[in-house]
């Protein structure tokens, strides 16, 4: 009888944290979606910015180097991945300005899940993506791209998309939480833009010189555009290496093993902070 209330007890005492956890959890990211409506500019820039990109590399550039057939159906997927790393710096800006104001420091100390911070931190970084995800598809669709397969790939190839943000997210945390500053998202920002154009977003790896085009089939956001493109019935870069063949596998494996990595770091790290 009494292993049974102990049982009985420790169930509900796990379940009253787990509802703390939730609850806390919800509360940082209501504080984190109040900025979009205090902030409306910064919301609106960081929507429009990719969509400008897109429609410098559809009209004003054009040509997509080794693509065969219509560029903006190559081009628009390659641009929805790019945008899910980009997303990265948003992040990391956001994350250094609530250390450097000591806001997490605050949160810290008050009676609440440890946490709840970078859960509502990604949660509201994730409803943000989706929106600008939703956005590109809309003017991905207004300038001609098209999807050519069932909705059920439609639904694959945008969580493809969104894992790879959601990766890219906590490699943002963590180099947040290292940088400390505002000012030094600018270095990442010098190795963020390479590592995004260093892919087959804009033009194919077979235009490429062979050691480079190797590099770019094995890039994570390669292999998600690839991926994203097959699930579209759009044109892919071409290619018969493992990467190119395997592109599905690799858009799963990779932000897995990103997360894998970086997720923990990440938390070890805001537990550290206060040291």
Same mark, same amino acid.
């Given at each position: 009888? =009494?292993?049974?209330?102990?049982?009985v007890?420790?169930?509900?005492?796990?379940?009253?944290?787990?509802? %703390?956890?939730?609850?806390? =959890?919800w509360?940082?990211?209501?504080?984190?979606?109040? @900025?979009?409506?205090?902030?409306?500019?910064?919301?609106?820039?960081? &929507? /429009?910015?990719?969509?400008?990109?897109?429609?410098?590399f559809?009209?004003?550039?054009?040509?997509? +180097?080794?693509?065969?057939?219509?560029?903006?159906a190559?081009?628009?997927?390659?641009?929805?991945?790019?945008?899910?790393v980009f997303g990265?710096?948003s992040t990391?800006?956001?994350?250094? +300005?609530?250390?450097?104001?000591?806001?997490?420091?605050?949160?810290?100390?008050?009676?609440?899940t440890?946490?709840?911070?970078?859960?509502?931190?990604?949660?509201a970084?994730? &409803?943000?993506s989706?929106?600008?995800?939703?956005?590109?598809?809309?003017?991905?669709?207004?300038?001609?791209?098209?999807?050519?397969?069932?909705? #059920?790939?439609?639904?694959?190839?945008?969580?493809?998309?969104?894992l790879?943000?959601f990766?890219m997210?906590?490699?943002?945390?963590?180099?947040a939480?290292?940088?400390?500053?505002p000012?030094?998202? +600018?270095? /990442?920002?010098?190795?963020?833009?390479?590592?995004?154009?260093?892919?087959?977003a804009?033009?194919?790896?077979?235009?490429?010189? =062979? %050691?480079? #085009?190797?590099?770019?089939?094995?890039?994570?956001l =390669?292999?998600?555009?690839?991926?994203?493109?097959?699930?579209?019935?759009?044109?892919?870069?071409?290619?018969?290496?493992?990467a190119?063949? @395997?592109?599905?596998?690799?858009?799963v494996?990779?932000? /897995?093993?990103?997360?894998?990595?970086?997720?923990?770091?990440?938390?070890?790290?805001?537990?550290?902070?206060?040291?």
């Open positions: 009888m =009494s292993a049974t209330i102990h049982e007890s420790t169930a509900l005492a796990t379940r009253s944290r787990l509802g %703390w956890a939730a609850a806390d =959890s509360t940082m990211t209501r504080r984190e979606l109040a @900025h979009w409506a205090r902030q409306p500019v910064q919301v609106v820039v960081g &929507l /429009v910015f990719p969509v400008m990109l897109l429609l410098m559809g009209y004003l550039i054009g040509g997509g +180097q080794g693509v065969d057939g219509d560029f903006k190559y081009l628009v997927p390659g641009m929805l991945a790019m945008t899910m990265l710096e990391m800006l956001a994350v250094t +300005q609530d250390l450097g104001k000591g806001v997490i420091d605050r949160f810290r100390s008050m009676p609440m440890s946490g709840a911070v970078l859960v509502g931190r990604s949660v970084d994730m &409803l943000q989706a929106v600008g995800l939703a956005v590109m598809l809309a003017v991905g669709y207004a300038i001609g791209w098209r999807w050519h397969e069932g909705f #059920g790939s439609f639904l694959g190839a945008v969580g493809l998309l969104l790879l943000r990766a997210l906590w490699v943002g945390i963590f180099l939480m290292v940088a400390g500053k000012e030094l998202v +600018q270095a /990442v920002q010098i190795l963020v833009w390479p590592v995004g154009f260093l892919s087959n804009l033009a194919s790896p077979a235009s490429m010189p =062979s %050691w480079l #085009g190797a590099i770019v089939e094995w890039n994570p =390669s292999a998600t555009a690839t991926a994203v493109r097959g699930l579209f019935g759009n044109p892919d870069a071409g290619g018969d290496s493992w190119a063949t @395997h592109a599905e596998l690799l858009a494996a990779w932000p /897995v093993v990103l997360i894998a990595v970086f997720f923990p770091l990440a938390v070890r790290r805001f537990r550290d902070l206060s040291r």
